[in-house]
């Protein structure tokens, strides 16, 4: 009965401090290897291994926050980082429920889907990191300012319930702002992800025809 109390004891819990800290070190670590893959491994069109980098980020993300947690929960800091935790919270709930006014508008939806779909299309083509972040980058304003132009249109809606023509122009106005963001994301699109295409499908007909 010692002899399995003693065993039992010498297993780590792995919720000390110590422990805890190491943990932290390690989600970092996940998340440090992880980018510099994607960044290093930026040519490789396979995409299984893009999701897998993906996923040891992500795995790492989750670590160091969990880690992070009990070592300022085992530190007795609950008050120290309340406020941040709070105004974190409160960021999160801000945003997300921006998001879910503009996704009731039927031009957000069909500009999520389609920058999605153009996105993931580039990511299968292998264009290259540095050309799959622009894209990125252009889709992520445009959604922006769709969210943006819900809030105004709300807002314009609640002021005046007649036809305004100042707010009718103002409307008109924010509605046009993510329309030529979609338009800048097309035309680089097809700048950036065509060529790419063409090159893999005259890759694949000298393949099959050889």
Avoid at 38 to 64: C, E, K, N, S, Y
Wanted: charged letters at 15%; glycine letters at 10%.
């Amino acid at each position: 009965m010692r002899i399995a109390q003693s065993r039992k004891s010498a297993i780590p819990k792995f919720d000390s401090p110590a422990w805890l800290a190491i943990g932290t070190l390690a989600g970092v670590v996940l998340i440090i290897d992880g980018l510099w893959s994607i960044i290093a491994q930026h040519t490789d069109p396979f995409f299984p291994f893009q999701v897998g980098r993906l996923f040891r980020m992500a795995f790492g993300i989750g670590l160091m926050i969990h880690c992070t947690n009990l070592l300022r929960v085992n530190l007795g800091k609950e008050k120290l980082l309340a406020g941040a935790v709070s105004w974190f919270k409160n960021r999160i709930t801000w945003y997300t429920g921006a998001f879910r006014i503009a996704w009731l508008e039927k031009s957000f939806k069909i500009g999520v889907l389609a920058c999605s779909a153009g996105i993931v299309v580039a990511l299968l083509a292998g264009i290259g990191m540095t050309k799959l972040v622009i894209l990125v980058a252009i889709a992520l304003v445009g959604w922006g300012l769709e969210i943006m132009n819900s809030g105004m249109e709300h807002l314009m809606n609640n002021l005046s319930s007649g036809h305004d023509p100042v707010v009718k122009r103002v409307k008109d106005a924010f509605g046009a702002a993510p329309a030529f963001t979609y338009s800048a994301f097309w035309i680089s699109w097809i700048i950036l992800v065509v060529p790419t295409l063409y090159n893999l499908l005259i890759r694949q007909i000298f393949t099959i025809g050889n």
